[in-house]
């Protein structure tokens, strides 16, 4: 079993940044990738930024790339996102999950997917809000 818990969120200017992390525990902490999620009010929960347990592969959506770093503390096993000129639209409720058994990618050989069936474990989420 494998428990992941996000930290790091919090009330920001448009503008600002924040870094939130994600604390993998538990009996196994055998993981192949993590991925973080974002789920605004009245819409559906999207990708945002994914990473291969190496470190290896990565990806962000559309939306966030060239704003958002992802990175990991193997040793913490810890899994950073580092959000930079943070938008009113990037408001919302951000999950990490983890992927297990596999590297789940976009196509063989690709980026890790966003695709959240990919995903087996979640955490509870940790709310982001950008003021205008």
């Known amino acids: 079993q494998l428990q992941l818990v996000e930290s790091g969120g919090g009330l920001v200017q448009a503008g600002g940044s924040l870094t939130l992390s994600c604390v993998a525990s538990?009996?196994?902490?055998?993981?192949?990738?993590i991925g973080w999620f974002r789920q605004a009010p009245g819409r559906e929960r999207e990708g945002v930024s994914s990473?291969?347990?190496?470190?290896?592969?990565?990806n962000y959506a559309d939306s966030v790339r060239g704003r958002f770093t992802v990175s990991r503390d193997s040793a913490k096993h810890t899994v950073y996102l580092r959000m930079d000129s943070l938008k009113p639209e990037d408001t919302g409720t951000y999950y990490c999950?983890?992927?297990?058994?596999?590297?789940?990618?976009?196509?063989?050989?690709?980026?890790?997917?966003?695709?959240?069936?990919?995903?087996?474990?979640w955490g509870q989420g940790t709310q982001v809000t950008v003021s205008a």
């Open positions: 990473i291969s347990n190496s470190g290896a592969s990565i």
């Open positions: 538990g009996v196994t902490l055998d993981y192949d990738a």
């Open positions: 999950a983890a992927a297990q058994g596999f590297v789940p990618t976009v196509y063989p050989g690709g980026p890790v997917t966003l695709r959240e069936y990919e995903y087996y474990y």
